[in-house]
């Protein structure tokens, strides 16, 4: 079966970084894109960034420049870097396999098929 799970969440002051993994199995690795979502209290699922299977990245506006996604085909991990935290970024966030090679910006939930079980990071004084 498909798995994937996260780790490397926690607690983070503003302007800290984290570095959240995931590691997966059950499928040809480096067929795939992959991505990460969040979802933060009282909002929707807000898709973060994604890497396709050429490594190309893309991001969310609200991300973009603070965060960088890479994958470690080798590994069968994608990592996610967060840098410059602040309390917005505060969620739990999910990592997700999508159903073919690439994705298009937005990223949307519907394109991807596989989901680990969340990280939570809290940013916070």
């Known amino acids: 079966q498909v798995q994937l799970v996260e780790s490397g969440g926690g607690l983070v002051q503003p302007g800290g970084s984290l570095r959240l993994s995931c590691a997966t199995s059950?499928?040809?690795?480096?067929?795939?894109?992959i991505g990460w979502f969040r979802q933060a209290p009282g909002k929707e699922l807000e898709g973060v960034t994604s890497?396709?299977?050429?490594?190309?990245?893309h991001y969310a506006d609200s991300v973009s420049g603070r965060f960088t996604i890479s994958r470690d085909n080798a590994k069968k991990t994608v990592f996610l870097e967060m840098n410059s935290l602040n309390t917005d970024d505060t969620a739990v966030y999910y990592c997700?396999?999508?159903?073919?090679?690439?994705?298009?910006?937005?990223?949307?939930?519907?394109?991807?098929?596989?989901w680990g079980q969340g990280t939570q990071v809290t940013v916070s004084p």
């Open positions: 997700a396999k999508s159903g073919s090679a690439y994705v298009p910006r937005p990223l949307l939930p519907s394109k991807f098929a596989s």
């Open positions: 059950g499928f040809v690795f480096d067929w795939y894109a």
């Open positions: 890497v396709d299977r050429d490594g190309r990245p």
